[in-house]
């Protein structure tokens, strides 16, 4: 796997969503109940900067924006916490002005009209009002944490939307892109087919230009009749 291989990945994926690796990947994939706290717009990704918490702690939250990097996505494990907030409108406003494509947190966050006005893409179990404090227990910045069953290592590529988040070791990033891509460039030709009548069933195993040209050929009967 080379350096140029994986930005070729990471910006692939910016339009392959989290569905369509569903369909050739099973692991990796977070706890559905971690979700984007507010509608964001398209597809989120970027390579993961991890960030550990006791419960009811955020002494290591600004150790871990300081890390950020424009294109970083922010994995937050709060150790089983949802009552307290670890993340809020002021670090959301610092990881935006660092350039973080966005957060994740398996546990709670607060200030939601705050966060999507800024537009900083946010996802969490839920909201809280009470927030953590700085008590200086154990954690840290760019360990291996959990983050919705799913082990985190900082550089992982994160893949999230509306739908979904998906967390993959760079190398598996590379090997799945070029999979899941065919599967995208499908889609467009398979809604052309199923509108123009076809039936679904008659795409099966076919690849886009396969479908594409059945579309066409479809489309030529028709005018020719």
């Known amino acids: ?43 989120v ?19 871990a924006l300081n890390v950020l990097r424009a294109g970083d996505i922010l994995v937050i494990d709060q150790a089983g916490d949802r009552h307290a ?10 990881a935006k002005v660092r350039g973080a494509a966005g957060v994740i947190i398996d546990g709670s966050c607060t200030d939601l009209v705050e966060i999507q006005e800024m537009g900083m893409p946010t996802f969490a179990r839920g909201l809280a009002v009470l927030v953590g404090r700085r008590l200086g227990h154990e954690g840290g910045v760019n360990l291996p944490v959990t983050c919705g069953g799913v082990v985190v290592h900082p550089g992982d590529v994160v893949v999230a939307d509306v739908n979904g988040i998906v967390v993959m070791p760079p190398a598996d990033a590379v090997a799945v892109y070029p999979i899941a891509r065919e599967y995208e460039d499908r889609a467009p030709h398979q809604r052309r087919w199923i509108l123009g009548g076809g039936l679904l069933s008659d795409l099966t195993g076919l690849n886009a230009k396969e479908i594409e040209a059945k579309v066409a050929a479809r489309a030529g009967g028709a005018t020719a009749g």
């Open 1 to 43: 796997m080379t350096d140029d291989a994986l930005a070729a990945a990471i910006e692939g994926f910016r339009s392959v969503p989290p569905a369509t690796i569903g369909h050739v990947r099973a692991s990796g994939f977070v706890d559905t109940a971690i979700r984007a706290i507010y509608r964001v717009p398209g597809i």
């Open 45 to 63: 990704v970027g390579r993961a900067v991890t960030l550990q918490l006791a419960p009811g702690d955020v002494s290591h939250t600004r150790d």
């Open 85 to 94: 907030a670890c993340w809020g409108e002021m670090t959301s406003l610092a």
